[in-house]
């Protein structure tokens, strides 16, 4: 497995910015951003490929954009517009091949994203 580490959680008002960071130790196939928030089940929020193809969920079009740098094997999640229904903790993932060709994920331990009204 990989190791992830997170950055970049805090309190930002309404209307406000963050940036989620996550580097990963090892080179992977592609990486993302699920949530979980109080009572709820955990989401996708954004994902994307070593190529570079991305994937959103629909609470975080247009709002929210991920990228990577591969040379560094971190991707970034920048977060824009927030709202307090984005409160939640932020976990990152990837992906990679094991030596039997399966895909398997390694998780970050998560980083507390607080959106205040």
């Known amino acids: 497995q990989v190791r992830l580490v997170e950055s970049g959680g805090g309190l930002v008002q309404a209307g406000g910015s963050l940036r989620l960071t996550c580097a990963a130790s090892?080179?992977?196939?592609?990486m993302g951003w699920y949530r979980q928030a109080p009572g709820k089940q955990r989401e996708s929020v954004a994902s994307?490929?070593?190529?570079?193809?991305?994937g959103y969920a629909d609470s975080a079009k247009g709002r929210f954009t991920i990228s990577q740098d591969n040379a560094k094997n971190t991707v970034y999640l920048q977060m824009s517009s927030l709202k307090p229904e984005d409160t939640a903790i932020y976990f990152c993932?990837?992906?990679?091949?094991?030596?039997?060709?399966?895909?398997?994920?390694?998780w970050g331990q998560g980083t507390q994203v607080t959106v205040s009204s």
């Open positions: 994307i490929t070593s190529g570079g193809t991305t």
């Open positions: 090892g080179s992977v196939r592609g």
């Open positions: 993932y990837a992906d990679r091949f094991s030596p039997t060709l399966q895909i398997t994920r390694s």
